[in-house]
């Protein structure tokens, strides 16, 4: 037999090409690196990022084409001066020629450093752009994405593949771009200055360019191998530090150092393996192409016992066979770094193609104004992206009025804080329409939905900032007297006040220098500024003292006769005032009404009553 998510329309799913986006990237995360595709395509997507400065890469690259020219005119001074220069009359001619190639040097000098300093500061702003850009998207994902998604390599993504791309969009990029204009100038005059000569180069070429392209795949995949395994290990040692106390607590020191060190010794044997690829491909290049290059002299020192080339102009040649050995040599060097910077741009680029499975619709409906905070469920079923085959809301139905003061209790697991996650529009049910005064949310915009919601969770969460700067996390815009208010409201000046700095203390990472009431007075500090007409109130209690809990809920009570107020909560004490009752078990409504009714009923309530206040 169906169950009830499994009878849904189509058009009530999550849309797909969103879901099908987050399934790819955290299978990307999983399967072997080798099926990373072996090309430099994914370094293209930079091109609008680059696109934005155009000017500076403008001016970059005539830097580049003037240090390559004026290096290109040195073996002509060269010949010149063994042909016609060693010579009393070539004296004044040499004199002449080194006045000139001291001005070339100068303006090689200018136009190196002009292309060092607007080639990297384009890499450092374009990561800067990227990192921005990859943020953004990643807080814009839906939670279904961060279900899967390891923080700590999402992270690394973000750290280390962003400075990867940084290294070959500035060094690397502008090296590799220097030693092409050689290779390719040099190579054409080259041909100018004996064709005989340079079609035994061409004879090397595809010797020498073969092993380039087949080690380079090696290289890449190696690479993006090394950035996988670096970061594992970053997200293990995110998630460790995250807990210390509670690896403190279970003196599991050991036990983590030994993981750890297994997680950066395989990161190692995988960057040792691509650094040798690396080293193989840059071996097997340079003595090809210098071998090439003694050849190449073997020949024309022949050639000018015989009389066919002058010595200048063997030593022209020379010069610029060297300069384009030079230049695929190094280009060997750098293309180990441009193929690990391609395998970052396709791991954070693999983030930017993740779409929302929650986003706004083309055409959102308004919400109505003023708003009103009437709170809708309708025949609502919901199963976890994680647990597709459990639902953990089962064809809820509910309604509460502007104004009403609603309470959910019940077991855990029961399906309580799922309802929240629904209507803030975290995940979108499998069957049903959920509504916000009177519009289904799936028709507005979700940024609209939220903005007239405010929540206290059961976990209160507490940035490295100021006390000031967290409370004023739920409105931005507030004033620090409607800050200190709302600290007043929720019983948090007390504390705050004996904070060195006061409300301008740092709380530490996670509100680590604060105890768990203090943590969650902060937090309901945050949503009476929010002062929206919709409160969720999610265990909000829980982490206080006897004495705290009388005084936030005091507060509480004044700032919910003014608003819708959903409130969960495993104290039945906190309750008793609600308007209504709503008792869930096993995703579903199985009892509502009041304190006394539901006693009455001698039902699950009665029960959960009887073992609270009668210790039975």
Same mark, same amino acid.
């Given at each position: ?15 797909? &090409? ?14 072997? #690196? =080798? ?41 002509? =001074?060269? @010949?010149?001066?063994? &042909? ?42 374009? /990561? ?14 839906? #939670?279904?994405?961060? &279900? ?68 380079? @795949? ?27 106390? $509670? ?10 150092? $030994? ?16 650094? %040798? ?7 097997? *290049?340079?003595?090809? +192409?210098? !071998? ?10 022949? &050639? ?20 384009? =050995? ?11 770094? /441009? ?15 993740? %779409? ?13 104004? #003023? ?14 992206? $994680? ?11 509910? =309604? ?15 399906? %309580? ?12 049910? %499998? ?7 009177? +519009? ?16 206290? #969770? ?91 809990? !009388? ?15 959903? *409130? ?21 409504? +199985? ?26």
């Amino acid at each position: 037999m169906m169950s009830a998510a499994e009878q849904i329309e189509t058009p009530q799913q999550p849309p797909r &090409d969103a879901l099908m986006e987050e399934e790819a990237f955290i299978e990307s995360q999983l399967t072997e #690196p =080798a099926k990373s595709r072996a090309r430099l395509k994914p370094l293209l997507a930079l091109a609008p990022y680059v696109a934005r400065y155009k000017g500076r890469a403008i001016l970059a690259f005539i830097a580049l084409t003037v240090a390559a020219l004026t290096t290109l005119i040195v073996p002509v =001074a060269v @010949r010149r001066m063994i &042909d016609m220069g060693f010579t009393p009359e070539g004296i004044a001619m040499i004199n002449s020629y080194f006045s000139v190639m001291i001005a070339v040097v100068a303006v090689l000098a200018c136009a190196s450093a002009s292309r060092y300093y607007l080639v990297m500061t384009i890499g450092e702003r374009i /990561v800067a752009d990227l990192r921005r850009d990859v943020f953004a998207h990643l807080i814009s994902l839906s #939670p279904s994405f961060f &279900d899967s998604a390891r923080s700590g390599e999402l992270v690394s993504r973000l750290t280390a593949d962003t400075t990867q791309i940084k290294s070959a969009v500035g060094a690397s990029v502008s090296i590799a771009l220097r030693n092409l204009m050689l290779f390719f100038g040099a190579a054409a005059m080259m041909v100018f200055t004996s064709p005989r000569l340079s079609g035994f180069v061409l004879l090397a070429i595809p010797i020498i360019v073969i092993p380039l392209v087949a080690f380079g @795949r090696w290289v890449r995949r190696l690479s993006r191998n090394a950035q996988d395994t670096l970061a594992d290990a970053s997200a293990y040692a995110s998630e460790l530090v995250n807990a210390i106390r $509670t690896v403190q607590a279970y003196t599991s020191e050991r036990f983590a150092n $030994t993981r750890f060190a297994r997680e950066v010794e395989q990161a190692y044997v995988a960057a040792r393996s691509s650094t %040798k690829a690396r080293a193989v491909l840059t071996l097997i *290049v340079i003595f090809i +192409v210098f !071998t090439s290059v003694v050849m190449i002299l073997w020949v024309g020192s022949h &050639d000018v016992l015989i009389g066919t080339i002058s010595p200048g102009r063997l030593g022209q040649f020379i010069l610029y066979a060297a300069f384009a =050995a030079s230049g695929l040599g190094q280009l060997s060097e750098v293309w180990g770094e /441009v193929s690990a910077a391609s395998g970052a741009a396709e791991r954070l680029f693999e983030i930017l193609r993740v %779409k929302p499975a929650i986003a706004a619709p083309a055409a959102p409906r308004a919400l109505p104004q #003023p708003p009103r905070g009437d709170v809708g469920f309708d025949q609502v079923s919901f199963a976890y992206p $994680t647990r597709p085959k459990a639902l953990a809301v089962d064809s809820v139905s509910l =309604a509460v009025r502007s104004g009403e003061k609603v309470a959910i209790v019940g077991p855990s697991g029961a399906g %309580k804080s799922t309802l929240f996650h629904l209507l803030l529009r975290f995940y979108d049910p %499998k069957a049903g329409t959920i509504s916000l005064d009177g +519009v289904p949310i799936r028709e507005a915009d979700p940024t609209d939905v939220r903005a007239r919601i405010a929540l206290v #969770p059961q976990e209160s969460v507490v940035f490295a900032a100021s006390a000031r700067e967290n409370i004023r996390f739920g409105r931005p815009d507030a004033t620090d007297a409607e800050v200190e208010r709302a600290a007043d409201l929720a019983h948090a000046t007390e504390f705050l006040r004996r904070l060195p700095g006061g409300f301008e203390a740092q709380l530490g990472e996670r509100g680590v220098t604060l105890s768990g009431g203090q943590r969650q007075r902060i937090a309901i500090a945050r949503a009476i500024l929010r002062d929206a007409p919709l409160l969720l109130l999610d265990e909000a209690t829980s982490a206080l003292d006897a004495e705290s809990e !009388t005084l936030v809920q005091t507060a509480l009570e004044e700032l919910m006769r003014h608003r819708t107020t959903l *409130v969960i909560a495993h104290r039945l004490a906190t309750v008793l005032s609600c308007d209504r009752i709503l008792v869930m078990d096993q995703g579903k409504i +199985v009892e509502q009404g009041t304190h006394t009714e539901l006693v009455a009923a001698n039902g699950l309530y009665a029960r959960l009553a009887r073992l609270q206040f009668e210790g039975i």
